[in-house]
């Protein structure tokens, strides 16, 4: 039943995804009105898609690659709706709709088999772990959309340009502090998460944890954001360099992420 919901939730993104196209680029804020009660919608069916899926494996912690798909992408959605709520910032759709649509295309097609069993998934940490996770990947996709978006602007009002397909981009300032809070609101929730992480795979893996490739590179990813986060606070990063930056920091993320598949402490594997 869940991949009913799922693909309705699939079908409304798509709707959003499209829409906000004419809307940020005519500045017709006519079309909002179908892009936001579409993504809410959306929103609903899919966190809805969601339990039944973690119920139906017997376990309310995403493990399977689909689930983790699934929550990361109902993240991204709510993320959206939050900093559209609070900064209006509808330009973000362009690139968050479409991710969370791309994300949810594999989940949709059919079921997945979760990897992870046993005491991991009794453990009260195992929660903590994967949704903090979920929330900091989530922050830091932010903070590199909204890093684009200002450098698209700041070229735009050197160059003196008026109107044209991104001339409904918030202000500069606007655009920098939704990138800036991003990073903020992701960094505890990463550290939180590596640490609960670790808590987990000590009980069950002992010292061989501290030499796994996914452990490695997330400490790797770790002290990036750090370096980010000292930077952009005491230099005033912006332009380039951000998206730079930024974007460096987001490929640790993808190749931690890739590091599944050769990590004994974690792996999304076929059964």
């Given at each position: 039943m869940y991949l009913i919901w799922l693909r309705v939730a699939l079908v409304?993104?798509?709707?959003?995804?499209?829409?906000?196209?004419?809307d940020v680029f005519s500045g017709r804020n006519r079309w909002r009105?179908?892009?936001?009660?579409?993504?809410?919608?959306?929103?609903?069916f899919h966190f809805v898609a969601l339990a039944e899926m973690l119920n139906l494996a017997h376990h309310w912690v995403p493990a399977s690659l689909h689930e983790v798909e699934t929550s990361l992408a109902l993240v991204l959605a709510i993320a959206f709706l939050a900093i559209y709520w609070r900064y209006?910032?509808?330009s973000l759709g362009l690139f968050a709709l479409p991710l969370v649509f791309l994300l949810l295309l594999l989940p949709a097609a059919g079921p997945d088999h979760a990897p992870l069993s046993g005491e991991w998934m009794r453990s009260g940490w195992i929660v903590v772990h994967i949704t903090l996770l979920l929330v900091a990947y989530a922050a830091l996709i932010f903070s590199l959309i909204a890093s684009f978006l200002y450098l698209i602007q700041e070229r735009r009002l050197k160059q003196k340009k008026v109107g044209g397909i991104f001339g409904h981009l918030p202000p500069l300032e606007t655009i920098d502090q939704i990138a800036f809070k991003m990073l903020i609101i992701g960094f505890p929730c990463m550290t939180a998460g590596l640490l609960a992480g670790a808590l987990i795979a000590q009980e069950s893996v002992g010292a061989g944890y501290f030499v796994d490739p996914k452990v490695l590179l997330s400490v790797g990813m770790w002290l990036l954001y750090v370096w980010m986060l000292y930077v952009r606070n005491?230099?005033?990063?912006?332009g380039k360099r951000a998206v730079y930056l930024s974007s460096l920091v987001f490929l640790v993320a993808l190749t931690v992420w890739a590091a599944n598949q050769f990590s004994t402490v974690h792996r999304f594997a076929a059964p």
């Amino acid at each position: 039943m869940y991949l009913i919901w799922l693909r309705v939730a699939l079908v409304l993104y798509g709707v959003s995804s499209i829409a906000v196209i004419p809307d940020v680029f005519s500045g017709r804020n006519r079309w909002r009105k179908l892009v936001l009660p579409a993504c809410v919608a959306a929103v609903f069916f899919h966190f809805v898609a969601l339990a039944e899926m973690l119920n139906l494996a017997h376990h309310w912690v995403p493990a399977s690659l689909h689930e983790v798909e699934t929550s990361l992408a109902l993240v991204l959605a709510i993320a959206f709706l939050a900093i559209y709520w609070r900064y209006r910032a509808i330009s973000l759709g362009l690139f968050a709709l479409p991710l969370v649509f791309l994300l949810l295309l594999l989940p949709a097609a059919g079921p997945d088999h979760a990897p992870l069993s046993g005491e991991w998934m009794r453990s009260g940490w195992i929660v903590v772990h994967i949704t903090l996770l979920l929330v900091a990947y989530a922050a830091l996709i932010f903070s590199l959309i909204a890093s684009f978006l200002y450098l698209i602007q700041e070229r735009r009002l050197k160059q003196k340009k008026v109107g044209g397909i991104f001339g409904h981009l918030p202000p500069l300032e606007t655009i920098d502090q939704i990138a800036f809070k991003m990073l903020i609101i992701g960094f505890p929730c990463m550290t939180a998460g590596l640490l609960a992480g670790a808590l987990i795979a000590q009980e069950s893996v002992g010292a061989g944890y501290f030499v796994d490739p996914k452990v490695l590179l997330s400490v790797g990813m770790w002290l990036l954001y750090v370096w980010m986060l000292y930077v952009r606070n005491h230099s005033g990063l912006r332009g380039k360099r951000a998206v730079y930056l930024s974007s460096l920091v987001f490929l640790v993320a993808l190749t931690v992420w890739a590091a599944n598949q050769f990590s004994t402490v974690h792996r999304f594997a076929a059964p």
